[in-house]
């Protein structure tokens, strides 16, 4: 995060999104790249809502990002939008090439907890589960 700069959060969300709506980011939760590798599934944020508790950020066509209670957002040197900590996490989206139905809808929610990150994914996803990780260092959205 060097050269970052932690500011409001409206006026960080407001900035960010003037940047980089319409355009791709990468979506990286707990140090791991939706989709696998950089590259793989980019994503275009459309809007965003903020309540000042609960952050909701949707893309293309329906994914969301939704973080609850984040806390140290900051823009990078090259746009890029850092939300180190927040209570709670859930990044969903339908399964891609298959009908946008309930049936198809994918979860991932992150919780962190003092050393580790809950993980539980839900859907037709072949990593569908639970896990518990070591925390890493990086942020815990980072949308680059």
């Not at 890029?80 to 859930?90: C, G, Q």
């Not at 994918?106 to 896990?131: K, W």
Request: include cysteine; glycine fraction near 10%; aromatic fraction near 12%.
């Amino acid at each position: 995060m060097f050269g970052s700069r932690v500011m409001n959060v409206d006026a960080t969300l407001a900035e960010w999104f003037a940047k980089r709506s319409g355009t791709y980011v990468e979506v990286i939760l707990g140090g791991q790249v939706f989709g696998g590798r950089i590259g793989e599934a980019p994503q275009k944020p459309r809007d965003y809502q903020w309540d000042g508790a609960t952050l909701l950020i949707r893309f293309g066509t329906t994914e969301e990002l939704e973080i609850q209670e984040p806390g140290g957002i900051a823009i990078g040197p090259r746009f890029d939008l850092t939300i180190p900590e927040a209570k709670r996490v859930r990044w969903s989206w339908h399964y891609y090439g298959r009908p946008q139905t309930p049936s198809n809808r994918c979860e991932e929610v992150l919780v962190p907890e003092a050393d580790a990150l809950q993980v539980v994914r839900t859907g037709p996803t072949l990593s569908a589960g639970y896990e518990r990780r070591q925390r890493s260092t990086a942020p815990l959205v980072w949308l680059y």
